[in-house]
């Protein structure tokens, strides 16, 4: 699936203690949230007919380049297929997933980025996602994704890494229609302030796209994945498995979603 038409953007906070993980807590301090609990934004990673670096596609199944002077961390993430309905005066009023698959929201860690958008795209083959996808009979309780697990490796010197904890879907702070309502509001009403975007003139700007990819947050950092950054050689592994019928193990399976990554 290509999305160089669709507006690409990731939901930052959405899963309990990434955020203090990767070092981020700090960027968010002036970000007040109607929930303690809730995600603290959404940020761009890719924006249709853009003359900035966020026109630049990030995307790829197989590789991922390094930033040229940053530490970077694999950012293991359950990635949808959205359809965009607006209102006549361009207002968002639905956010359809469609179908779901795995994503490398990689990031770069540094200090004084003034955007999340500064350190999650750098250019060709800076995030990953994988080829296979998996059709959503619904977004709610009861639909395909309630059983699905999500974990992450990183093969180095021929060792396999832990790199994020394994975690059910259910897990994420906001999803399902909780997760939706709030995107809708976040892309209709979120401004410029802080570390976050004006979404809606993004939208614009994009000519208003039918088409989103939507990251919804990343896991947690089992030790390995907290404290050791990406080098040129390694193998990411980002898989999605139905908890009743398969494991994390990074084999292919009918109903396994393996992003598989190799580092340059």
């Known amino acids: 699936m290509d999305f160089r038409d669709s507006i690409c953007f990731g939901v930052a906070g959405n899963f309990a203690h990434h955020l203090e993980q990767a070092g981020e807590l700090e960027d968010f301090k002036d970000i007040v949230t109607v929930e303690a609990d809730a995600p603290k934004g959404i940020f761009p990673f890719y924006l ?47 956010l359809l997933p469609k179908a779901f698959s795995t994503f490398n929201d990689c990031t770069i860690r540094k200090e004084g980025a003034k955007k999340i958008s500064h350190k999650k795209s750098w250019g060709d083959d800076s995030k990953g996602i994988s080829t296979k996808w998996i059709e959503i009979d619904r977004f709610e309780n009861g639909g395909v994704m309630d059983h699905y697990h999500l974990c992450s490796y990183l093969l180095r010197d021929g060792v396999l890494h832990e790199y994020g904890v394994d975690a059910p879907l259910l897990g994420y702070g906001y999803f399902y229609e909780k997760l939706i309502n709030w995107l809708v509001d976040k892309l209709n009403t979120q401004k410029d302030f802080g570390p976050l975007e004006d979404m809606s003139m993004h939208l614009k700007n994009s000519n208003y796209p039918t088409t989103a990819l939507v990251s919804i947050g990343a896991t947690a950092y089992a030790p390995f994945g907290e404290s050791h950054y990406l080098q040129s050689g390694d193998e990411i592994f980002v898989v999605a498995y139905d908890a009743r019928v398969d494991d994390g193990s990074i084999n292919e399976s009918e109903t396994k979603v393996v992003l598989h990554q190799t580092v340059k």
């Open 48 to 94: 249709p007919h853009s003359d900035s670096f966020l026109g630049s596609y990030p995307i790829s199944s197989a590789t991922l380049t390094l930033p040229n002077d940053d530490d970077a961390q694999v950012e293991p993430e359950i990635v949808l297929s959205c359809e965009i309905t607006y209102d006549k005066n361009k207002k968002v009023i639905s």
